[in-house]
């Protein structure tokens, strides 16, 4: 028998089905967490939204994504900071223990100053997650993603921030669709375990060669990332928090989600 006690999914990864659905799948296929997407909610109060997921029984793991901190304008800066603001109370009311934050970039702002605009937003909004209970997460993005996503792309740029600022509240969201070819991973995952910091592991796998890098990700064991050897190294440093899978792919997006949770639950159990 498995154990689904740790079996999460991101809510985007059925992006097709609306919440209600999602939730009712999940419980019956034994998954025991849900990541929620900010997109997946809208239109809702996240009090709502939480009642729903109660009522199937899931656990909320993390709210779904904050950050893009850099901007060529302080008046832009900002306002990303006011909404980083605004999703921290809607994290509490969805009862999200955490923000998983892809940390932005702007190819208008050279690399330094996007990561220094990056650390003065994370500081910037901390306090209010103190003061709500909810707690933040860098998610290092792969370097193909440094011109507008995230300009924080390995896991020793994200531990380094974590130890410079040292709020008990920052850590890091690991996903090995962004860390898997890092030499320096199995060190900077172990460091990250030491400072307390590893917060969250996201799995899904990188396709040879991929069509789109963005929404062509596969499932566990279709591609080249040695998935159980980075869990390995994960949960050498402690960590038991739930295993998610985030998954952005067109192709599965297309077909009958019902189908595809059946892969995707099977893939978890023999591949993870």
């Not at 899931?58 to 779904?64: F, N, Q, T, W």
């Not at 090995?176 to 910091?197: M, Q, S």
């Not at 040695?226 to 998610?244: Q, S």
Request: proline letters at 5%; charged letters at 25%; aromatic letters at 10%.
């Amino acid at each position: 028998m498995y154990d689904y006690s740790r079996f999460a999914i991101h809510s985007y990864t059925n992006k097709p089905w609306p919440l209600a659905t999602m939730v009712e799948r999940y419980a019956e296929a034994g998954v025991s967490g849900i990541s929620v997407w900010k997109e997946t909610i809208e239109g809702m109060k996240p009090k709502e939204a939480a009642a729903l997921i109660g009522a199937a029984g899931l656990k909320v793991v993390s709210m779904v994504r904050g950050g893009f901190f850099p901007a060529e304008t302080e008046a832009e800066r900002k306002r990303k900071i006011e909404e980083n603001l605004a999703l921290i109370r809607s994290s509490a009311e969805l009862g999200a223990p955490l923000i998983v934050l892809v940390c932005g970039a702007d190819p208008k702002v050279g690399l330094a100053q996007a990561r220094d605009q990056v650390r003065a937003g994370l500081e910037a909004i901390l306090p209010e997650a103190e003061r709500c209970g909810v707690k933040l997460a860098i998610e290092p993005l792969h370097p193909l993603y440094a011109d507008l996503r995230s300009v924080v792309n390995t896991m020793e740029q994200a531990n380094d921030l974590c130890e410079d600022i040292g709020h008990p509240g920052l850590g890091v969201a690991v996903d090995v669709y962004h860390v898997w070819w890092d030499p320096k991973l199995e060190a900077e995952i172990g460091r990250c375990g030491r400072l307390g910091k590893l917060f969250s592991f996201h799995v899904c796998d990188w396709k040879t060669p991929p069509e789109d890098f963005l929404n062509d990700r596969g499932l566990m064991g279709e591609g080249c990332i040695d998935i159980p050897l980075i869990r390995g190294w994960v949960e050498k440093t402690g960590f038991r928090g739930f295993v998610e899978v985030e998954i952005f792919s067109k192709r599965y997006w297309a077909m009958d989600q019902d189908l595809y949770l059946g892969m995707i639950k099977k893939a978890w159990e023999e591949k993870v």
